[in-house]
C-alpha cells in the first residue's frame, strides 16, 4: 500500500473565540457546528461563505492564497454553555454532554438552524450519568478535562429517517441483529436511535432517544434510562462501526451512492491502544450472543476512523496504522478449526502506512475502484488526501502509460517527504528519550549519594549564613544560602533548590500565627566542585517588625515531569490533548524527588549587631525601630522648660531611666559547659568561652574572641540595647558534697521581646550542648532531693499565679487591671531568674 498525497486549496479560516474542541456539518443543511472550550457551540452557515467567496473571486485570482480569515462573534453562539465537552446533531435535534461537579448530565434541545434565533428551542430531554472524580483546578473554575468524552447515534435499520440527510458524521446505522443484543428490545420495537456515550473513565454507555424524549413527561428511575455496555478500562476517545461481513452482489446493487451501508462490528479506541470489537456472532447451541473482544494496538492513539471492508486506521505520533477486522481479511490457517459464522479474529496486526503525526482523520465516501482515500490532517498544518492501493500487493508490474508517470513522480515524491519527517520526528524523540535517562541516572546517583551519607559531611551541602545590608535606605537582614556540590555528579535539567523561610508567631502576639515563603530558584547546570550563592530577605516584615526567630529550611527537588514527561510524550511535533499530557501510571503523583539539605533557625543572638566594638571610623549608625508607644509617652512627659543637660535625650534614654530593664538568667554547670567547649576554646577562660560559643554565628564573633570579651552590649534588629553578661559564680545549697561552679548566663534589655527571644535563643542551644553530652555518657553529680522538690514547687506555684492573673485580667476594669498587670510583670521575671541549674 503505497499512499500519496494530493494538495488542496483553503478557501476561508473561521477564527472562534476559544479552543475547538469538536465540530460536525450537517452538509443537506449547509450548516457547520462547532464546540468551543469554556464557551458552548456556534453555529456557522455555508451559505453565507458560498456568497462572500464568489464575490471576493475577481480580487483573488492573482494571489497564491486565495483565503481569508472570518472572526466568529457570540452571536452565532446557539447554546452557551461553559461546562459543555461534547454534543452531536441528528435530525432536529442537538445532544450535549455537561461537566457537573461530579456527575456527568446529558441533555436534548431542539436544535436551531443558521439565520433563525439562536438561542435553542428548549430542553426536551436530560438524564445523569455516572458519577466522576473531578480534576483538580483552580477553585470556583472548571478544570478543562485531560480527555473529551465522546458522543455518537446509533440508528436500527428501520429508522424512517435517512442517516445521511438529517443526521451528522458522527452517526451510524447498525444490522438489526446486532442493534438488538446491544440495546435491547425496548429500543429495538421503538425503531428509536441510541446515543452512544464513551466517558474519559472509560465506561462505554447508551441511552434510547425516544426514551429519553418521553422521560421528561414522565419522570422515572434515571439508572433505567442509561446502559452500561462495556468498561475499556481507559478514557474513550473514539467510537465507530464497519461492516466485516462481504456484502452480496446483489444489495451492493441495490444500495445507492451516499445511502448508509448496515454495519455489523462497533469499535470501541483508548489513547493507549486498547481496542473493543463488538460483533453479533452465534454460539455453539446456536443462539445469537454478542462478540466482545479487546486488542492492543500501539499507542498513543491520536485519532481514527473505520472505512471499508472491515479496516480501522489509527494514527500515532510516529506512524499511520491500519488494520483489518474482516473474517476474510488475513487467510485462516487450515490446521485450526472454523470459529463459526460471524468471528472475529483473535489477534490484529498493523500495517504500517508510512505518515506520522496525523491528528485527524475521515474516510472519504469517493474512491477509486480496489483502494481508499483518506483525508488526513497533520501537525504542522497539511492538510492530505492520501490514496492507498489496497490491491498493490499483486505480483508483477502493470504497463505504466506516459500520462501517469507524472502522477507517480509526485506519489513517490510525496512519500519520500513523509518518510523524511517521520524519521526526523522519530530521531527527535530518541534523543529526548537519551536526555531523560542520563538525567535520571545522574538524579539516581545524586539521590543515593545524599541518603547514604546521613552521618559526616554531605557530598551536597547549602549553609546559611545572617548579615546586614542597607536597601532602599533602611536596615535589612539577609540570609544567604550557598548550595555547594562537592560530588563526582552534575546537577543538571530539573533540579531545583527550593528555600522556605518560615517565621515565628509574634512574640507580644500569642495568637498570631506564623508565615510561610517558599523561593524556587532552577539550578541550571551546577558542575561538581562548584557553587552557587542566594541571598534572601528575612526582614523586616511590611509593618515594620522583625518577626524572630526565621527557620530557613532548603531542599532539593527533581522534577519528574519536567525531564521524563517531554520523552514520553513529546509536543513539539503535534498538539493533542491526549499526549500532551503524561500517560498514567507511568509518573508517581508526586511528580519529583524531594532531597532535604539543611534546616537553619535564624534568632536573635545570629542577628544582633555590636556598634561599640567596631572601629570609630567603621561604626554604624544607631538603629531606629518602629514608633512605640512607650517612647511616645515617655517623650511626651518631658518638661517645655528643661534645659538640654537636665533630662534625658532621646526615648530610649527616657525608657531606661523610667522603665527598669527586664532581666532573664540561665545557670548553667561550669563542668557540663568546659566538658562540651574544651576542643574548641581550650586556654580560653570559660567565661569567654561560653560568650563566644552563644555568638558562634553573629558576624561579630572574631571581635569578641580577639578581646577575650566575657560581656557585650548589642543592638536588636528593632533598635532596643541588649546586654549579655556571662559570669562564674560558685552554689552551695545543692550539692551535699559542696559548692558547685555555675556559669551563669545573664540577659537584660529594655524591651521584653527581645529578653524573651534572647532567652528563648539560649535556651535552643542549651539543650543541644546537653543532647550531645548524654549521648558521651557524662552523668550529673549527687543533688539535694529535697531542694529541688522545693523549688520546682514554688514554680508549680508561680506558674498557677500566672494563669489567675491572666484569667483575672479578662473580667476586670481599667484601675485594677493596672495592679495586676504589674504583679504579673513580677512573676514573670520570678519565672525568668530560676533557680535550678543546667547539669
Given at each position: ?156 435499520p428501520a429508522s424512517r429517517v435517512p442517516h445521511g440527510q438529517l443526521w451528522g458524521p458522527g452517526s ?272 539516581m546517583n545524586v539521590s543515593c549519594a545524599l541518603l547514604s551519607s546521613r552521618e559526616g559531611p554531605k ?77 534572601l530577605p528575612l526582614g523586616p516584615g511590611e509593618n515594620g517588625t522583625f518577626d524572630l526567630p526565621v ?289
Amino acid at each position: 500500500m503505497v499512499p500519496c498525497t494530493a494538495p488542496l486549496w483553503v478557501v476561508a479560516a473561521y477564527r472562534f473565540p476559544g479552543q475547538v474542541w469538536h465540530l460536525e456539518l450537517l452538509a443537506p443543511r449547509r450548516a457547520l457546528y462547532v464546540l468551543c472550550a469554556q464557551k458552548g457551540v456556534y453555529c456557522l452557515s455555508l451559505d453565507h461563505l458560498s456568497r462572500s467567496t464568489s464575490q471576493d473571486d475577481g480580487d483573488s485570482e492573482d494571489s497564491e492564497l486565495p483565503s481569508f480569515v472570518i472572526p466568529v462573534g457570540p452571536d452565532a453562539c446557539i447554546l452557551p454553555d461553559a461546562s459543555l465537552c461534547a454534543f452531536t446533531v441528528l435530525e432536529d435535534t442537538l445532544v450535549t454532554l455537561v461537566q457537573g461537579p461530579t456527575q456527568w448530565k446529558m441533555q436534548l434541545f431542539e436544535r436551531p438552524c443558521p439565520g433563525e434565533d439562536p438561542q435553542p428551542g428548549g430542553q426536551i430531554g436530560e438524564v445523569e450519568l455516572s458519577t466522576y472524580a473531578p480534576p483538580a483546578g483552580v477553585p470556583g473554575k472548571p478544570a478543562d478535562p485531560r480527555f473529551l468524552p465522546v458522543l455518537c447515534c446509533v440508528s436500527p435499520p428501520a429508522s424512517r429517517v435517512p442517516h445521511g440527510q438529517l443526521w451528522g458524521p458522527g452517526s451510524f446505522t447498525l444490522k438489526e441483529a446486532l442493534f438488538g443484543l446491544l440495546f435491547g428490545a425496548d429500543a429495538t420495537l421503538l425503531e428509536s436511535p441510541v446515543i452512544l456515550c464513551g466517558l474519559p473513565d472509560g465506561q462505554l454507555c447508551s441511552v434510547a432517544l425516544k426514551v429519553l424524549v418521553t422521560s421528561r413527561s414522565a419522570p422515572g428511575d434515571p439508572k433505567a434510562l442509561v446502559k452500561i455496555l462495556h468498561h475499556l478500562e481507559e478514557p474513550v476517545i473514539f467510537i465507530g462501526a464497519l461492516r466485516t461481513e462481504p456484502q452480496a452482489e446483489e444489495a451492493a446493487e441495490e444500495t445507492l451512492p451516499g445511502e448508509d451501508v448496515h454495519s455489523d462490528c462497533l469499535v470501541a479506541l483508548g489513547p493507549y491502544g486498547r481496542t473493543l470489537a463488538i460483533k453479533a456472532s452465534w454460539d455453539e447451541a446456536g443462539n445469537l450472543v454478542p462478540e466482545l473482544r479487546e486488542y492492543c494496538l500501539p499507542g498513543p492513539v491520536l485519532c481514527a476512523a473505520c472505512g471499508g471492508g472491515g479496516r480501522v486506521y489509527h494514527s500515532t505520533p510516529s506512524d499511520l496504522c491500519m488494520v483489518d477486522l474482516a473474517r476474510g481479511g488475513a487467510p485462516l490457517d487450515p490446521t485450526q478449526p472454523d470459529e463459526g459464522p460471524g468471528g472475529l479474529p483473535p489477534l490484529l496486526c498493523p500495517a504500517s502506512l508510512s505518515i506520522c503525526s496525523v491528528v485527524t482523520l475521515a474516510v472519504l465516501s469517493r474512491a477509486p475502484e480496489g483502494g481508499t482515500e483518506l483525508l488526513a490532517l497533520s501537525a504542522k498544518g497539511r492538510l492530505m488526501i492520501c490514496s492507498l492501493d489496497l490491491n498493490s500487493e499483486a505480483p508483477g508490474l502493470s504497463p505504466v502509460s506516459r500520462a501517469n508517470t507524472g502522477q507517480k513522480i509526485k506519489e513517490l515524491l510525496s512519500g519520500i517527504g513523509n518518510v523524511s519527517e517521520r524519521v526526523s520526528f522519530l530521531k527527535k524523540a530518541v534523543d529526548q528519550r537519551n536526555k531523560a535517562l542520563t538525567s535520571l541516572n545522574e538524579a539516581m546517583n545524586v539521590s543515593c549519594a545524599l541518603l547514604s551519607s546521613r552521618e559526616g559531611p554531605k557530598p551536597i551541602s547549602c549553609t546559611t549564613t545572617v548579615g546586614w545590608s542597607r536597601l532602599q535606605l533602611q536596615d535589612v537582614l539577609m540570609a544567604t544560602c550557598l548550595l555547594e556540590n562537592r560530588s563526582a555528579f552534575c546537577l543538571g535539567q530539573g533540579w531545583t533548590l527550593c528555600i522556605q523561610v518560615l517565621t515565628s508567631s509574634s512574640a507580644l502576639d500569642l495568637d498570631s500565627a506564623g508565615s510561610a515563603t517558599t523561593y524556587t530558584i532552577p539550578v541550571g547546570q551546577l558542575s561538581p566542585g562548584s557553587q552557587r550563592e542566594v541571598t534572601l530577605p528575612l526582614g523586616p516584615g511590611e509593618n515594620g517588625t522583625f518577626d524572630l526567630p526565621v527557620t530557613v529550611s532548603c531542599t532539593l527537588f527533581y522534577s519528574l515531569r519536567e525531564v521524563v514527561g517531554r520523552a514520553l510524550a513529546p509536543s513539539d511535533s503535534f498538539e493533542d490533548p491526549c499526549v500532551d499530557e503524561d500517560p498514567p501510571d507511568v509518573l508517581p503523583e508526586q511528580e519529583g524527588i524531594c532531597l532535604p539539605l539543611s534546616r537553619h533557625t535564624v534568632d536573635l543572638l545570629q542577628s544582633l549587631r555590636f556598634p561599640g566594638l567596631a572601629p570609630p571610623c567603621t561604626q554604624a549608625p544607631p538603629l531606629r525601630g518602629p514608633a512605640d508607644p512607650v517612647d511616645a509617652f515617655l517623650e511626651a512627659c518631658r518638661e517645655p522648660g528643661s534645659q538640654p543637660g537636665s533630662q534625658p535625650a532621646g526615648p530610649a534614654s527616657l525608657r531606661a531611666a523610667y522603665l527598669p530593664p527586664s532581666v532573664a538568667c540561665i545557670k548553667v554547670s561550669a563542668e557540663l559547659l568546659r566538658a562540651a567547649l574544651d576542643d574548641s576554646h581550650s586556654g580560653v577562660p570559660l567565661c569567654c568561652a561560653t560568650l563566644q560559643w552563644l555568638l558562634a554565628e553573629n558576624a561579630a564573633v572574631d571581635v569578641v574572641r580577639a578581646r577575650a570579651l566575657s560581656s557585650v552590649q548589642g543592638v536588636a534588629p528593632d533598635g532596643a540595647d541588649v546586654h549579655l553578661i556571662v559570669r562564674e559564680v560558685a552554689v552551695t545549697d545543692l550539692c551535699p558534697a559542696g559548692a558547685i561552679q555555675v556559669v551563669e548566663i545573664q540577659v537584660e534589655s529594655s524591651s521584653l521581646a527581645d529578653v524573651c527571644r534572647a532567652h528563648h535563643a539560649i535556651i535552643g542551644r542549651m539543650q543541644t550542648m546537653v543532647r550531645q553530652q548524654a549521648a558521651q555518657g557524662s552523668s550529673p553529680p549527687d543533688l539535694r532531693v529535697q531542694y529541688l522538690r522545693q523549688i520546682h514547687a514554688n514554680h508549680e506555684t508561680l506558674l498557677r499565679e500566672v494563669q489567675m492573673l491572666r484569667d483575672r485580667l479578662c473580667v476586670e476594669d481599667e484601675a485594677s487591671s493596672c495592679t495586676t498587670a504589674q504583679r504579673l510583670l513580677q512573676v514573670y521575671k520570678q519565672l525568668r531568674s530560676p533557680s535550678l541549674i543546667l547539669l
